[in-house]
């Protein structure tokens, strides 16, 4: 028997973008249908670094960062769980001079935006942070920065929505999308068709399907971040750390484990499902090691890896179709939409319901891909994007 | 060159050693690669040093198997390279990821057969982490590898085969047993009796048991549920329910499990294709009656492919290799393979009986309160994980354990997830089958973070 | 774990005579014999591995066979081992302390 749904708004990708989309949207009062192929928050926005980030952000990011800024710590609030939020600061590293003097370019260059960046030179680095060994050329502090545990905060939006009256399906895939005289109508799982008004597209590294179907292809490819975590041991690392060129990261949760990654993981036959590299892996061990000596005895437990959606020039896809009216798009993060989902959801929904929004994100477009070569589509995303 | 890579063969306990002899016997020269500091596997294990015990001291009515395996697989050394003391942690398509010395190295394999056994079966009850309990193997691997029992005055509490056998074992070698406290109805027992007609020695060994254990004065009782182990830090006694009433014992340690899980991570890393297992409850590599996965290239061996115990091992073991050896272009026996696969079909006929004489408590956590801890290593409650299920309408088994954080830990689930499985199941009214299965992380044991570069 | 614990667990009923092998546990010295893993060396001279992350309860491994990792203890100068898959070497100094590698 077939599953009839209609709402004012149909999401397709039940992750941290998708999720807390459905949560504003319902808040504004607007019907919200969200579904996912697998369970809500399970793939990127549910195993992630859980990097809370502004700081390396490119200009372009820095409004809707800042925005995402505002919604972190009313988490508890707006989800029943603080998700582990704290602003721990963010630290990142530079091991060369030429690294320390992008840092303190990139300083200047963000001045405008107040994140209140503090800079180090190598040994006052070390004097400021005396965990720290290693070589440092030196090292910029964002003290309001900070981490949260993926796990918990993604499912929990998806919940919120749920709770808040919004409909949401789990393993059921959307299969078609037409755009209909009134709105969309879709199919979905094995018996499910939907009506809609609005379409949101945030399918992740899966987002090209539905953007393809509306004759807007963008050229999205896939990443695997490869992930380490530790044994739980003593408190040490009050704060999120990571390498200028993205090598290595690593933070240390409040039960203990330090969480790191660096280099990239790789997809299996099925490519829904990928794996840590052990290349990469043994590379951020031994990173770990000579940037933290007191580490030297300690036990890895766990790797592991996830999908990720990767555009060319590293900025997302969010805003409306070119194609087709009330379809929007948001997907490609590029290894760092965690931070900045919550905004983006925020921002769906002002465009659902206003057709606009407060917080600039033409650099996001989709219509700059339109009319592109399509060798660009084929483009991998390199060792040096910055993940956490 | 990869038609020149020599077979790998991962474990070295009576398949193994089984399947590491019929390669050599056709020519091959396999690496064989064990975490052991000596082969033998889990039933043969050889003490760390000659403490004067004989074969029969140490494997009883095995001894004769012990003796000639050992002698067997000590006869293969110059024919076969072999890694004692060297961790597989991770398969990445054909290559095995390993740990020896603390150093990594990979090896390039083009056929595999792995061999990985089993470990307990466990479930948790109040006070199960309390230094003191263990699991009914590490009891035995206590007195076999190291001449100790796990304390002075041991109850033997559980269901499977090892019960009754290990808490014999402590008796012979001067130990004392408070109780032995059998999980299922006496009734089970006369399953045993139609297990007769396929090996009608091991019943007879295996009811031996009883009869010594009884004749030496030690209890026991039938049907019993644990209510708690007694003692703040350590044990001192253990309160169970038979029939309606509540009883104390005193002990100071006990040993308990109920039977074995197999060892299936690698095989999951590698690809196989799983399926679930009603009698086992539990998901189990895919294989044909000689040990083909789904996997090229790839062979099951042993308990790790499904618990069968050692002598099926050993038959599962020669028929893995020669599968391989066929496989590889190479003629093999056909008569000797229909012996074998005939030979495995009746010890597996011989475990559906022994499943039904040792069940599982399949109704174990109806009287399980929540404040007992379900994973010891993140130190999970049972009542946290149920509110966990309930709270997300949790369906998933990966779901449980990524919101849970049960099996999360450095155990990677191995003697959490059977009762994960059973208590979300229970709460959801869910079919085991139904719920998944934890996937397999490398490393599939922890590592050191210095883990240095070694080789190929 | 501050205090002591003179209570063994663990019943030696072979190996009895072997060669001893000193080790100590927080500064106090005990003796292991020659083929000892380090669990059972320390399991025959006190009652307990280590305390728990998260509960700080006493834990004393479970399976003895490198599958539950429950044993690991660590040695003053940082290293962490498994104890029921350790040979003990003579002077290994353990330490005891709420957590890891501290
Ligand atoms: C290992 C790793 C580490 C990272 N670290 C950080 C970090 O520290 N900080 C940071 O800011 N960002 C980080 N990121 C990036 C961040 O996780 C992602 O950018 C963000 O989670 C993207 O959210 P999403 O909702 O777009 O995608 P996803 O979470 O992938 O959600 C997309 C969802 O769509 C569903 N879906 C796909 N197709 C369909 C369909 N046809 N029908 C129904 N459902 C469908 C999928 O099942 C999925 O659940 C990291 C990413 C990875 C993989
Ligand atoms: C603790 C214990 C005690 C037992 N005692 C008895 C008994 O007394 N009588 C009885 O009938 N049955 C006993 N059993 C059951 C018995 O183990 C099996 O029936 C039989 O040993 C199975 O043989 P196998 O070759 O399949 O595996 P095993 O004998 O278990 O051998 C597997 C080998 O693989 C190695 N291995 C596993 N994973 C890896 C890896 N990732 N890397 C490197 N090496 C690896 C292990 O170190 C082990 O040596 C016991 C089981 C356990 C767990
Ligand atoms: S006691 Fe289980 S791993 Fe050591």
């Keep these: 028997m077939i599953r009839r749904f209609s709402a004012d708004v149909a999401i ?256 299996l036959i099925d490519p829904d499902f990928s794996r840590p590299s052990t290349a990469a892996a043994l590379a951020v061990m031994k990173r770990a090691t000579t940037l933290f000596p007191h580490l030297a005895g300690a036990h890895v437990i766990r790797f592991w890896s996830g999908t990720e959606g990767q555009l060319p020039d590293n900025n997302p896809v969010i805003g409306r179709s070119g194609t087709t009216p009330g379809l929007f798009h948001a997907f490609g993060f590029c290894g760092a939409g965690f931070q900045v989902a919550p905004a983006v959801g925020a921002i769906l929904c002002d465009l659902v319901t206003s057709g606009e929004t407060a917080t600039p994100i033409a650099a996001f477009s989709i219509e700059r891909f339109h009319n592109m070569p399509p060798q660009h589509n084929k483009k991998k995303g390199t060792h040096n994007e910055m993940v956490e | ?83 004692p003391q060297a961790l597989v942690w991770n398969i990445a398509g054909n290559e095995l990821h390993l740990m020896a010395d603390g150093k990594h190295h990979q090896i390039g394999f083009q056929n595999l057969i792995l061999s990985t056994g089993a470990t307990d079966r466990i479930l948790p009850f109040p006070g199960w982490t309390l230094p003191g309990v263990y699991t009914l193997g590490a009891a035995q691997t206590a007195l076999k590898v190291q001449g100790c029992t796990i304390g002075r005055n041991v109850v033997f509490l559980g269901s499977g085969p090892l019960l009754y056998l290990v808490a014999w074992q402590y008796v012979k070698a001067g130990g004392n047993v408070a109780a032995v406290l059998d999980t299922a109805p006496f009734s089970a027992k006369l399953n045993l009796l139609s297990a007769f007609r396929f090996d009608p020695r091991l019943v007879l060994i295996g009811m031996s048991y009883a009869a010594r254990l009884v004749s030496r004065g030690v209890k026991i009782r039938y049907n019993v549920r644990p209510t708690r182990v007694d003692g703040s830090q350590y044990v001192e006694g253990l309160s169970f329910k038979s029939g309606t009433k509540v009883h104390s014992i005193a002990c100071d340690a006990i040993a308990y499990g109920f039977a074995l899980r197999p060892e299936t991570q690698l095989a999951d890393l590698s690809g196989c294709t799983f399926r679930f297992d009603d009698r086992d409850r539990t998901w189990l590599p895919v294989t044909d009656e000689a040990g083909r996965t789904s996997s090229q290239g790839v062979y099951l061996a042993g308990d790790g492919s499904g618990i069968a115990g050692a002598d099926a091992a050993e038959i599962s073991g020669e028929l893995a290799a020669l599968a391989l050896i066929q496989d590889s272009g190479t003629t093999v026996d056909p008569g000797r393979m229909s012996a074998l696969v005939k030979a495995r079909r009746r010890k597996a006929g011989l475990r559906d009986i022994l499943e039904k004489a040792f069940p599982f408590p399949d109704n174990w956590f109806d009287q399980i309160p929540g404040y007992t801890k379900l994973c010891r290593c993140e130190e999970v409650t049972v009542s946290t994980v149920i509110d966990t299920i309930n709270g997300g309408e949790l369906r998933e088994l990966n779901r449980l354990k990524a919101l849970s954080r049960s099996g999360m830990g450095r155990c990677q689930g191995r003697m959490c997830s059977a009762a994960m499985a059973e208590v979300l199941s229970a709460t959801q009214h869910l079919k085991l089958a139904d719920i998944g299965r934890l996937r397999a992380q490398a490393p599939v044991k922890p590592l050191p973070l210095l883990l240095q570069e070694g080789g190929s | 774990m501050s205090a002591h614990h003179s209570r063994s667990q663990f019943q030696r009923h072979f190996r009895r005579d072997e060669a001893h092998v000193p080790f100590s546990i927080d500064g106090i010295a005990y003796s292991g014999r020659r083929g000892d893993t380090v669990l059972v060396a320390i399991m025959s001279a006190t009652d307990r591995l280590r305390l728990s992350e998260f509960t700080a309860e006493p834990r004393a491994g479970f399976c003895l066979i490198g599958a539950c990792q429950d044993c690991f203890v660590t040695l003053a100068c940082g290293r962490r081992v498994r104890a029921c898959t350790t040979p003990l070497e003579a002077q290994m100094a353990f330490v005891t302390r709420e957590r890891g590698n501290e």
């Design chain 1, 12 to 267: 397709v990708g039940g992750g941290l973008v998708g999720s807390s989309a459905a949560l504003a949207l319902r808040k504004a009062g607007l019907s919200v249908i969200l579904m996912d192929k697998g369970f809500c928050g399970a793939q990127a926005s549910g195993v992630n670094y859980g990097g809370v980030r502004r700081q390396g952000r490119s200009v372009a990011q820095l409004p809707l960062s800042q925005r995402a800024h505002q919604i972190w710590p009313r988490l508890k609030e707006l989800i029943g769980i603080d998700g582990e939020y704290q602003r721990s600061g963010h630290l990142k590293l530079a091991r060369k001079p030429e690294d320390f003097a992008r840092l303190e370019q990139y300083a200047e260059t963000v001045k405008p935006f107040g994140l209140n960046l503090e800079l180090f030179t190598g040994a006052m680095a070390k004097t400021r942070f005396p965990w720290l060994s290693g070589n440092v050329a030196g090292a910029s502090f964002c003290p309001d920065d900070g981490q949260a545990n993926p796990r918990l905060v993604s499912p929990a939006f998806a919940k919120a929505a749920r709770d808040a009256g919004a409909i949401v399906l789990e393993q059921t895939a959307v299969h078609a999308a037409v755009r209909t005289s009134d709105g969309f109508a879709l199919q979905a799982g094995t018996d499910c068709e939907i009506t809609c008004h609005f379409l949101i597209n945030s399918a992740g590294a899966w987002a090209n399907k539905i953007a393809t179907d509306f004759d807007e292809p963008a050229p999205l490819s896939r990443i695997y971040p490869s992930m380490v975590v530790t044994e739980p041991l003593a408190l040490r690392l009050p704060v999120s750390l990571g390498e200028e060129g993205g090598g290595f990261y690593c933070r240390q949760v409040q039960r203990g484990n330090y969480i790191m990654g660096g280099g990239r993981g790789y997809a």
């Design chain 2, 1 to 83: 060159m990869n038609d020149t890579l020599p077979p790998v063969i991962v474990g070295a306990g009576p398949a193994g050693i089984c399947a590491a002899k019929t390669l050599v016997a056709a020519g091959l020269r396999p690496i064989v690669i064990d975490e052991g500091f000596r082969a033998g596997g889990q039933i043969y294990r050889r003490p760390f040093v000659d403490d004067g015990r004989s074969a029969t001291d140490l494997y009883g009515s095995e001894a004769a198997k012990a003796t000639r395996l050992h002698r067997e697989f000590d006869g293969l050394l110059p024919s076969i390279d072999y890694m």
